[in-house]
């Protein structure tokens, strides 16, 4: 019995590392960080050895019933790590917007957590958010969303019934949330654009592509500065959907 037991929990703590692993590896903002694998591996092996206790005890006999509950374990683990790829992709976009907007296009920074080139208000946004999430004790919530899923989803019984609908509206929901952001620089720099138009109509010899991006360069930076507190709610807001996503597909 005692090894029946041991070979139960052995399992629970395997299956739950594919439920909890990518959450570590893919999701922001643990991907944002350059933490040695070595580490996360020890972190997600210790968290589902502590989670494993409270997972009920099973045991599989069949290599194929094994071989769907660590599938169905894995997809599971995706779908937690893709609420937060969305949620931070949306500010990453709002970011984008902004760039291309304001003139800062052509000004690519290197992220560092992806080390790849990104969009420079982008990567400052997403990493603000990431802030917020540690700031607001956003990774004690997510320890809580994976202890309770553990109750509503046993290991092994994937049992995600929402319809596409439910992914549709995140989807539009969290871009929405995300353009919020930097809505009040992004109505500010239309406003300058419209204003340079009539300006270049009425002067001609203008040249209003210099004019239009040093204004736009200033006004960008004043704006941001102004409306830098929209951000926190908006962060928030986004981390809570994501915290929220995969319960409401059950």
């Keep these: 019995m005692a090894l029946q037991a041991s070979t139960s929990w052995t399992l629970n703590v395997l299956l739950l590392s594919l439920r909890i692993g990518p959450v570590f590896v893919l999701a922001p903002p643990f991907a944002q960080?350059?933490?040695?694998?070595?580490?996360?591996?020890?972190?997600?092996?210790?968290?589902?050895?502590?989670?494993?206790?409270?997972?009920?005890?099973?045991?599989?006999?069949?290599?194929?019933?094994?071989?769907?509950a660590a599938?169905?374990?894995?997809?599971?683990?995706?779908?937690?790590?893709?609420?937060?790829?969305?949620?931070?992709?949306?500010?990453?976009?709002?970011?984008?917007?902004?760039?291309?907007?304001?003139?800062y296009g052509l000004a690519m920074v290197i992220d560092p957590g992806s080390r790849e080139q990104a969009p420079m208000f982008g990567t400052i946004l997403t990493l603000v958010a990431g802030l917020l999430f540690f700031a607001s004790n956003g990774h004690l919530e997510l320890l809580r969303l994976l202890s309770a899923l553990i109750v509503a989803i046993p290991v092994g019984e994937l049992r995600l019934t929402g319809d596409p609908q439910t992914l549709i509206g995140y989807f539009g929901m969290?871009?929405?949330?995300?353009?919020?952001?930097?809505?009040?620089?992004?109505?500010?720099?239309?406003?300058?654009?419209?204003?340079?138009?009539?300006?270049?109509?009425?002067?001609?010899?203008?040249?209003?592509?210099?004019?239009?991006?040093?204004?736009k360069t200033i006004a960008t930076l004043l704006m941001m500065t102004i409306s830098a507190g929209l951000l926190i709610p908006v962060a928030l807001r986004l981390l809570t959907h994501a915290l929220s996503f995969v319960p409401s597909m059950e």
């Design 71 to 103: 599938a169905a374990e894995l997809m599971l683990g995706l779908a937690i790590a893709f609420s937060f790829q969305v949620a931070f992709a949306a500010l990453t976009f709002a970011g984008r917007v902004l760039d291309v907007q304001a003139g």
């Design 174 to 215: 969290t871009l929405g949330i995300g353009l919020s952001a930097v809505s009040a620089v992004v109505i500010t720099l239309f406003l300058i654009d419209i204003s340079i138009a009539f300006l270049s109509r009425a002067l001609p010899q203008m040249n209003a592509l210099m004019l239009g991006l040093q204004i």
């Design 33 to 68: 960080t350059q933490v040695p694998a070595r580490v996360r591996l020890c972190l997600v092996l210790a968290l589902c050895a502590c989670l494993a206790n409270n997972a009920p005890a099973t045991m599989y006999t069949d290599g194929a019933v094994l071989l769907i």
